[in-house]
């Protein structure tokens, strides 16, 4: 029933952006099969994602690895990024404006992901907004998204991206790793990740409903109006 719901609302989501002023591009949502192996790939951007991606230097594709220099989100005023977050809140503006501004808690990524599914870590360097054209009628709460464009602003340690083209997973499409470096995310998030607090294994190559509330909240909780904690 889960698999389904989510398999309905993504094709809607495809449905009410198409028309959208800056292009959004919905990961399809797959029926996940277990197999005896797990595979590791490097990240493959779509046919319409590439000319963003294109324009990203070496560094600017990989936002947060283990094994290199540590990453932050803040400072970048002006420069050209390419981001992923979670959507942690929507603000539509007035319906004259045609614009709308997602809360994003970012995630860092070191450039490999499970061959079968999108994996980011989940731990992250704080939140950051992004302005897009269009309506946010469809963007679903606590889903994935990658988001690419200029930082135009920082306000209290929170950038703002002016949002060129974003990728969305929606849930069932994408899980989490354990790896990563410091966390320096926003505390609020944190308090909703069950599994984090009773010591579990935050990886899960074959995700659930329950696994994304356990690990970011209920979506009842999150969307449309949530506030920004200064």
């Given at each position: ?9 993504s094709?809607?989501?495809v449905a009410?952006?198409?028309c ?16 005896g192996?797990l595979a ?10 590439g000319a963003?991606f294109g324009?990203?230097d070496k560094d600017?594709?990989v936002?947060?690895?283990d094994f290199?220099k540590?990453?932050?989100?803040q400072?970048?005023?002006g ?11 929507i603000?539509?503006?007035?319906p ?8 994003l ?13 999108m994996?980011?870590?989940e ?10 054209e269009?309506?946010?009628?469809s ?5 994935l ?6 930082v135009?602003?920082?306000?209290s ?11 969305v997973?929606?849930?069932?499409s994408?899980?989490f790793?354990?790896?990563?470096p ?6 609020r998030?944190?308090?909703?990740c069950t ?8 990886y ?5 409903g329950?696994y994304?509330?356990a ?7 999150f969307?449309?109006?949530l506030?920004q904690?200064k």
């Amino acid at each position: 029933m889960f698999t389904r719901a989510v398999l309905l609302s993504s094709c809607l989501l495809v449905a009410s952006t198409a028309c959208a002023q800056t292009p959004v591009e919905i990961q399809p949502v797959k029926q996940l099969v277990r197999t005896g192996a797990l595979a590791t790939c490097g990240y493959t951007p779509t046919t319409t994602e590439g000319a963003f991606f294109g324009r990203l230097d070496k560094d600017g594709q990989v936002t947060g690895s283990d094994f290199g220099k540590s990453f932050r989100i803040q400072g970048k005023k002006g420069k050209y990024v390419s981001w992923y977050g979670i959507v942690r809140g929507i603000s539509p503006g007035t319906p004259d404006a045609g614009k709308y501004t997602l809360l994003l808690e970012q995630k860092f990524f070191d450039g490999m992901t499970d061959c079968h599914i999108m994996l980011v870590s989940e731990r992250g360097s704080g939140d950051f907004q992004a302005t897009l054209e269009g309506s946010a009628d469809s963007i679903p709460a606590l889903a994935l998204v990658r988001v690419y464009g200029k930082v135009v602003t920082e306000d209290s340690n929170v950038p703002q991206i002016a949002v060129e083209f974003m990728r969305v997973w929606p849930w069932l499409s994408f899980t989490f790793t354990d790896l990563g470096p410091e966390d320096h995310g926003n505390p609020r998030w944190a308090e909703y990740c069950t599994l984090c607090k009773s010591g579990g294994r935050i990886y899960n190559p074959y995700p659930t409903g329950d696994y994304y509330r356990a690990v970011l909240g209920d979506p009842e909780d999150f969307g449309i109006h949530l506030q920004q904690v200064k």
